[in-house]
């Protein structure tokens, strides 16, 4: 059973830093994608970063220039560094990992105070 599960969320001002964990345990074959999403308070669910086994990355309008997606397929971890955060990033993070199906970590929460 492939559980992910994320760590380094917290309460941080508004202009710090945060670095965001996700490891995942069980047997994953050919990892294609990992990734962040995030969930704000009465909002859907929106894709943050995304990273592809050729190493490609992808970024919402939002974070671009202030997050950076990293990982290890290898190690089946992957990392969110986030800087110069806003309120508006005050949010649950969620982590995935997409093999044959998605896996999704339980949700991180980051609170950016102003």
């Known amino acids: 059973q492939v559980q992910l599960m994320e760590s380094g969320g917290g309460l941080v001002q508004a202009g710090g830093s945060l670095r965001l964990s996700c490891a995942a345990s069980g047997i994953i074959f050919r990892i294609n994608r990992m990734g962040w999403y995030r969930q704000a308070p009465g909002k859907g669910r929106e894709l943050v970063a995304t990273?592809?086994?050729?190493?490609?990355?992808n970024y919402a309008d939002s974070v671009k220039g202030r997050f950076t997606i990293s990982g290890d397929s290898a190690k089946k971890m992957v990392y969110l560094q986030m800087d110069s955060l806003k309120p508006e990033d005050t949010a649950v993070y969620y982590c995935?990992?997409?093999?044959?199906?998605?896996?999704w970590g339980q949700g991180t929460q980051v609170t950016v105070s102003s």
């Open positions: 995935y990992i997409t093999s044959l199906s998605t896996h």
């Open positions: 990273l592809t086994s050729g190493g490609n990355t």
